[in-house]
């Protein structure tokens, strides 16, 4: 019998665990028996119900079961015969349930993980198209299919998606703030008369992602943001998004600089604004974005030679970065100048192969035919 303590929403791996018997891989491995719940491997269990795992020491049983997982609020008691769940103050027994599960890891798995793959590789169709073939839907499957309508600009379906996401596990602070965006997008995209509403749900999902895990912070990053731009009047302001760079900064000190600088560039106060940038680079200076931080910030007061060396400095750490070749080309079409320059880091970035965190292709596109256009 094995114990698995979890703790849920930190999906960062530690490490990767392997035993003689087994080596981990995305894939299920066929288990003993249909009931023999402990061949699962813990990668998929993570994939195909969205549970993030950390990996701790390593249990050398046959299987080489991890001997501790992680996740809030659930304790879960596994062996080849019964399942016990307890989860607040109820108590779940079913050796039903272990067939079950087992069956949406073989039917959920190996799907969910060739979808997460197509849509690292920004194929988003085709990461659609296998998603919309996983007969049984869950939390995962549904979160993975906002995200690709969301990297599509299909807004409406993918707030659809991810609300069925957050409805089959309220408690998961990653699919409340896709949630968040998706609303956020449908308000920078609605009609004057239904984006107050859209805007005010962004509100909600993004203090509610903050709420369910205070360390994430992609959703205070994003709740900071809201604050900054959004009226007092759909919930933002500046004392809260005072408050919030300061819950940024316990989480990560550049970032946190980041908030400051960009709070003190909305109050006019440039210089603070600056030294804020500066400390950010001095706390990650192997940071590329740091520099491009800086960089967009000098080209804004007209600094170009300025902005120039901070890209310099940038190009040097990390000189085939796609986001630091896309922000290049970005601030010379704005600032109209090094027109030439900027056409071909736009060939090179579209040559690249692109992650779903950097800008999206069909914006280089655009930019592309803009310059071209000149």
């Known amino acids: 019998m094995f ?16 035993s003689p018997a087994r080596t981990w891989s995305g894939t299920v491995p066929v288990p003993a028996y249909p009931w023999d719940f402990t061949a699962v491997c813990p990668v998929a269990w993570e ?14 049983a046959p299987l080489g079961i991890p001997s501790h997982l992680k996740l809030d609020r659930h304790r879960i008691h596994l062996c080849s015969w019964n399942l016990e769940m307890r989860h607040n103050n109820g108590l779940l027994r079913n050796a039903g349930l272990i067939l079950g599960l087992t069956s949406v890891l073989w039917a959920a798995g190996p799907d969910l993980e ?14 659609l198209k296998v998603l919309h073939a996983i007969p049984d839907k869950n939390g995962p499957v549904y979160e993975l299919m906002g995200r690709n309508y969301y990297m599509q600009g299909e807004y409406k379906k993918a707030s659809e998606a991810l609300e069925k996401a957050v409805a089959a596990e309220p408690d998961n602070s990653q699919y409340a703030l896709w949630l968040a965006r998706a609303h956020g997008r449908r308000a920078e995209t609605s009609s004057p008369f239904t984006a107050p509403g859209q805007a005010s749900k962004a509100r909600q999902y993004f203090e ?13 990053t ?24 300061q819950q940024i900064a316990a989480v990560d000190p550049g970032e946190g600089h980041w908030s400051l600088a960009k709070l003190a560039e909305k109050r006019k106060q440039y210089g603070s604004a600056e030294e804020q940038l500066r400390r950010a680079i001095e706390v990650s200076p192997r940071q590329v974005g740091r520099l491009i931080d800086l960089a967009r910030f000098l080209a804004k007061q007209g600094r170009l030679q300025e902005a120039d060396q901070s890209f310099a400095k940038a190009d040097q750490i990390a000189p085939n970065s796609p986001k630091l070749i896309y922000a290049k080309a970005d601030l010379y079409i704005k600032d109209k100048r090094n027109l ?7 060939k090179r970035y579209l040559s690249l192969t692109l992650s779903p965190e950097d800008p999206p292709r069909s914006q280089a596109e655009k930019l592309l035919r803009q310059v071209q256009g000149t």
């Open 3 to 18: 114990f698995f303590p979890f703790e849920h929403h930190h999906a960062t791996w530690r490490e990767c665990a392997a």
């Open 47 to 60: 994939r195909a119900f969205g549970w993030p795992v950390e990996i701790g020491n390593v249990n050398h």
């Open 114 to 127: 060739q979808a997460r793959k197509l849509y690292n590789l920004t194929d988003f169709d085709q990461s």
């Open 208 to 220: 509610k992602a903050a709420q369910l895990n205070p360390r994430n912070l992609e959703a205070l």
């Open 222 to 245: 994003d709740l900071f943001e809201y604050y900054l731009e959004a009226p007092g009047f759909l919930g933002g302001g500046l004392d809260k998004a005072q408050a919030t760079a």
């Open 340 to 346: 030439d320059v900027a056409k071909e880091l736009l």
